[in-house]
């Protein structure tokens, strides 16, 4: 089953699911995520703080909080136990998969992509609702699947046993070393024996996700039979990765949470640039 709806099926459902607001955008961008929720976005949804709603502990960007503050920071949201959920983002796709991985690492399963975002839904030139939200809060219970999440550790080992393929979402310069890190003090290059598939060539340019043919063409050198890591640079893009491939019938994905940011900056992690 797809974890994708179209604006199309969103608009016929308002009514029926939760919808999260899950924009995003680079720092050089300078655009203001929580701002650009109010002056527009889809009737009923409310805006998930990626950079918030997050371990604010750990020095690394948007990583994985505890269940128990997971629970609080969603159900203060209005998203309860057993509802379905669909999230969105401001550029079509590009923040809302993490979001939805995110949920379904806290153990909420109901929980879909919506196609093209809010670009794709304001094109078609459906309803939009401005201000604030003031949700009534729900109770939501998190559990963390360890399956879909890896860390550290665990990357190191699958670098040493080769146990799983490693894929990395960011650009071909910045994988071989050829682009400067974004992020002060980290290194250029890629872990031994990971792969390349950047994010952009599963995205159409209509902000879509593209069809299964040319997704698995794009993972022509990924066994979607073997286990696989998604990794990028901090964690969100990873999510594209990792949603892309579910759609294609990889069933062992997980996301190494810390992404090169942290790999790039642990000088015990081996390291490829070229």
């Not at 720092?27 to 805006?47: L, M, S």
């Not at 650009?171 to 050829?178: Q, T, V």
């Not at 996700?209 to 063409?217: E, T, V």
Request: aromatic residues 8%.
């Amino acid at each position: 089953m797809s974890n994708l709806v179209s604006s199309q099926w969103l608009e016929a459902h308002l009514g029926k699911v939760r919808v999260v607001d899950a924009s995003w955008y680079m720092p050089d961008e300078k655009r203001q995520p929580a701002r650009e929720f109010e002056a527009g976005h889809i009737p009923g949804a409310v805006f998930f703080d990626i950079d918030g709603i997050a371990d604010r502990t750990s020095g690394l960007p948007h990583m994985l909080p505890t269940p128990g503050e997971f629970s609080k920071a969603v159900g203060a949201l209005g998203i309860g136990d057993g509802e379905m959920v669909v999230v969105y983002d401001g550029s079509g796709m590009f923040s809302a998969p993490r979001v939805w991985w995110t949920l379904k690492a806290m153990g909420h399963n109901d929980v879909k992509v919506l196609d093209g975002g809010f670009p794709k839904w304001k094109r078609e030139g459906r309803a939009v609702e401005t201000g604030p939200t003031q949700p009534a809060a729900k109770f939501f219970t998190a559990i963390r699947e360890p399956a879909l999440v890896r860390d550290f550790d665990d990357v190191m080992g699958i670098v040493k046993d080769n146990t799983a393929q490693i894929v990395d979402a960011r650009s071909p310069g910045r994988f071989l070393a050829e682009e400067p890190e974004p992020r002060a003090g980290v290194r250029g290059g890629h872990m031994p024996g990971a792969l390349n598939v950047h994010y952009r060539k599963l995205i159409a340019e209509d902000g879509t996700l593209k069809p299964p043919d040319q997704l698995r063409a794009a993972f022509d050198a990924v066994n979607p039979n073997r286990p696989i890591v998604t990794t990028c640079g901090s964690g969100l893009t990873a999510a594209i990765l990792m949603l892309a491939l579910d759609e294609i019938g990889a069933s062992d994905v997980a996301l190494y949470d810390g992404s090169w940011t942290e790999w790039g900056s642990r000088p015990e992690a081996p390291v490829v640039a070229r």
